[in-house]
């Protein structure tokens, strides 16, 4: 990047508590440029630790996907704002920001695909008119990024041209995800689970597609096992019912939206103690894909956001001040199966006091809201843990994805040191076997998952972890890198070398093959 580098304008559809979200904020912290961020809808946690990081986040206050008044806010934005470069992230994003970008007189437009599956698109079912609206609005745009080469293989099945896209991985900092012996005792004890208990570990957005439902079909079939399931969504209310109904509910845990770690935080240094309490967070992630709304009431005004937050209202705006907070609790049902009867539990940070075990609290944590006793049914603190130490507390993971476009939990998991089950992970797929030795894929039905567990289960689980290989070809400083590689093909007007026919984005100066990477003929 040269000192006259273009200023870059990141759009997305929302900044909730997703996966891409959380990625734009990690990659943020490593590309060489100088970015703003522009939040169609949604402008939730990651919003506010965008914020933390030092960077401009404006809110358009878009209602859902036929809201057209946001068009012309979005083009302003992007005039007023001299970018050279506009990056988009997911579907909605993507069709506006290059539609806008276009009309802003801004030709280098990169998108990135973060979520498309043989049958959905950020979890939603893929339609005729949604193909075609993309494919239409693709062609406005200069590059594509796919975060997997199966997401460019389904591009180019799409018609996507070959040559207008790059495959670069999402990325991850690993370190934040070590083991922490310190972490697993603290989180178990505030769990009230048994330090030599067999736990079962899955991160997700709960919808269908996540295939949670396997993972508590598991429990049940394997009685020696309790399972921890980090997340929240729709399908939530009825995975808890199937716990109770399968008689499960007292060994599966359900943790609610946890802060991936650090990079979540909404303010203080970097550093895995450093991360801030799980609070009450907005309804829905803020992907609204397809046919997805904003939760919001359209018409109304936009409503006020937190100190020094952008808005760009309008007629379009949205109230969303009065959406929903959803607390973060453990447990699903109460005795018998009968209503959730929700028990809060103390996370890592108060896991000795409140469950009288002596463990230690995890040092910096702050007191506040996220501390405080909550009315309701046996009110108490609020759950206070963030993914890496979920990762430290379990002895394996699974993710019973049926489809996915990378697997960045899996990723996450292998960072761990952690054994790993999974159905379909393109990030491993796309590996040589000998660098992710600790994953093992299981088969398209629930008995070969109950198979795999049994077999893990009956093993003791090692005294330490360390990560593959394969998870150095995920660190977020080489994604950046490729991304900035990327805009500077696109601001130079390059197109991809003749013996780089599918677009792959490789490092300039590498004359080797990256011996991660799986060789493809």
Same mark, same amino acid.
Request: glycine share 14%; net charge positive.
């Given at each position: 990047?040269?000192?006259?580098?273009?200023?870059?304008?990141?759009?997305?559809?929302?900044?909730?508590?997703?996966?891409?979200?959380?990625?734009?904020?990690?990659?943020?912290?490593?590309?060489?440029?100088?970015?703003?961020?522009?939040?169609?809808?949604?402008?939730?946690?990651?919003?506010?630790?965008?914020?933390?990081?030092?960077?401009?986040?404006?809110?358009?206050?878009?209602?859902?996907?036929?809201?057209?008044?946001?068009?012309?806010?979005?083009?302003?934005?992007?005039?007023?704002?001299?970018?050279?470069?506009?990056?988009?992230?997911?579907?909605?994003?993507?069709?506006?920001?290059?539609?806008?970008?276009?009309?802003?007189?801004?030709?280098?437009?990169?998108?990135?695909?973060?979520?498309?599956?043989?049958?959905?698109?950020?979890?939603?079912?893929?339609?005729?008119?949604?193909?075609?609206?993309?494919?239409?609005?693709?062609?406005?745009?200069?590059?594509?990024?796919?975060?997997?080469?199966?997401?460019?293989?389904?591009?180019?099945?799409?018609?996507?041209?070959?040559?207008?896209?790059?495959?670069?991985?999402?990325?991850?900092?690993?370190?934040?995800?070590?083991?922490?012996?310190?972490?697993?005792?603290?989180?178990?004890?505030?769990?009230?689970?048994?330090?030599?208990?067999?736990?079962?570990?899955?991160?997700?957005?709960?919808?269908?597609?996540?295939?949670?439902?396997?993972?508590?079909?598991?429990? /049940? $079939? +394997?009685? #020696? @096992?309790? !399972?921890?399931?980090?997340?929240? %969504? =729709?399908? *939530?209310? &009825?995975?808890?019912?199937?716990?109770?109904?399968?008689?499960?509910?007292?060994?599966?845990?359900?943790?609610?939206?946890?802060?991936?770690?650090?990079?979540?935080?909404?303010?203080?240094?970097?550093?895995?103690?450093?991360?801030?309490?799980?609070?009450?967070?907005?309804?829905?992630?803020?992907?609204?894909?397809?046919?997805?709304?904003?939760?919001?009431?359209?018409?109304?005004?936009?409503?006020?956001?937190?100190?020094?937050?952008?808005?760009?209202?309008?007629?379009?705006?949205?109230?969303? /001040? $009065? +959406?929903? #907070? @959803?607390? !973060?609790?453990?447990?699903?049902? %109460? =005795?018998? *199966?009968? &209503?959730?009867?929700?028990?809060?539990?103390?996370?890592?940070?108060?896991?000795?006091?409140a469950a009288g075990a002596g463990a230690?609290?995890?040092?910096?944590?702050?007191?506040?809201?996220?501390?405080?006793?909550?009315?309701?049914?046996?009110?108490?603190?609020?759950?206070?843990?963030?993914?890496?130490?979920?990762?430290?507390?379990?002895?394996?993971?699974?993710?019973?994805?049926?489809?996915?476009?990378?697997?960045?939990?899996?990723?996450?998991?292998?960072?761990?040191?952690?054994?790993?089950?999974?159905?379909?992970?393109?990030?491993?797929?796309?590996?040589?076997?000998?660098?992710?030795? *600790?994953?093992?894929?299981?088969?398209?039905?629930?008995?070969?998952?109950?198979?795999?567990?049994?077999?893990?289960?009956?093993?003791?689980?090692p005294r330490s972890r360390t990560a593959?290989?394969?998870?150095?070809?995920?660190?977020?400083?080489?994604?950046?890198?490729?991304?900035?590689?990327?805009?500077?093909?696109?601001?130079?007007?390059?197109?991809?070398?003749?013996?780089?026919?599918?677009?792959?984005?490789?490092?300039?100066?590498?004359?080797?093959?990256?011996?991660?990477?799986?060789?493809?003929?």
């Amino acid at each position: 990047m040269t000192a006259a580098a273009p200023r870059v304008l990141q759009v997305i559809t929302g900044l909730g508590t997703g996966g891409a979200e959380q990625q734009l904020r990690l990659l943020l912290r490593h590309l060489p440029y100088a970015c703003d961020v522009v939040t169609l809808t949604n402008p939730g946690p990651v919003a506010d630790g965008l914020r933390a990081d030092g960077v401009e986040v404006t809110d358009l206050g878009m209602c859902g996907n036929r809201d057209l008044a946001a068009l012309p806010r979005l083009v302003r934005l992007i005039r007023d704002g001299g970018y050279g470069l506009v990056h988009t992230h997911l579907y909605r994003a993507c069709v506006y920001g290059r539609i806008a970008a276009r009309l802003a007189g801004v030709r280098a437009v990169v998108a990135t695909e973060h979520s498309l599956g043989d049958r959905e698109i950020e979890g939603r079912p893929l339609t005729r008119g949604t193909r075609a609206l993309y494919r239409g609005t693709e062609r406005l745009g200069a590059a594509t990024v796919a975060v997997s080469d199966t997401v460019a293989a389904r591009l180019a099945d799409w018609g996507v041209p070959p040559e207008r896209t790059h495959t670069v991985p999402n990325g991850i900092d690993a370190r934040q995800f070590r083991f922490d012996p310190a972490a697993r005792s603290a989180v178990r004890s505030g769990l009230g689970v048994a330090p030599d208990a067999y736990l079962l570990g899955g991160v997700g957005r709960l919808v269908p597609g996540k295939g949670f439902d396997a993972l508590i079909r598991t429990a /049940a $079939a +394997v009685p #020696a @096992v309790t !399972v921890v399931i980090a997340g929240e %969504g =729709p399908e *939530g209310p &009825a995975l808890k019912r199937l716990a109770a109904e399968l008689g499960v509910a007292d060994r599966v845990r359900f943790l609610g939206d946890c802060a991936p770690g650090p990079t979540a935080d909404t303010g203080g240094p970097a550093g895995r103690g450093s991360c801030g309490p799980v609070t009450d967070h907005t309804v829905g992630t803020g992907s609204a894909g397809p046919g997805g709304s904003a939760p919001a009431d359209p018409g109304a005004a936009v409503a006020a956001g937190p100190p020094g937050a952008a808005r760009v209202g309008g007629s379009g705006g949205c109230d969303r /001040a $009065a +959406v929903a #907070a @959803v607390p !973060v609790w453990a447990g699903a049902t %109460g =005795p018998g *199966g009968t &209503a959730a009867q929700e028990t809060p539990v103390a996370g890592a940070a108060e896991a000795g006091a409140a469950a009288g075990a002596g463990a230690p609290a995890r040092p910096g944590a702050p007191a506040g809201p996220g501390a405080a006793a909550r009315s309701g049914p046996s009110a108490g603190p609020r759950l206070r843990i963030t993914v890496p130490e979920v990762l430290s507390a379990v002895d394996a993971f699974v993710s019973a994805s049926r489809e996915e476009a990378f697997g960045l939990a899996v990723v996450e998991a292998l960072a761990a040191g952690l054994p790993v089950l999974y159905r379909t992970c393109p990030a491993v797929q796309d590996l040589s076997p000998e660098l992710v030795p *600790g994953a093992v894929r299981f088969g398209p039905d629930d008995a070969s998952l109950t198979a795999a567990v049994r077999e893990l289960a009956a093993r003791r689980p090692p005294r330490s972890r360390t990560a593959p290989g394969g998870v150095a070809h995920y660190d977020i400083r080489r994604t950046a890198g490729l991304v900035a590689e990327v805009y500077e093909r696109v601001l130079a007007g390059d197109r991809p070398h003749p013996s780089n026919p599918r677009g792959r984005t490789l490092p300039r100066q590498k004359t080797q093959p990256d011996p991660t990477e799986r060789v493809h003929r």
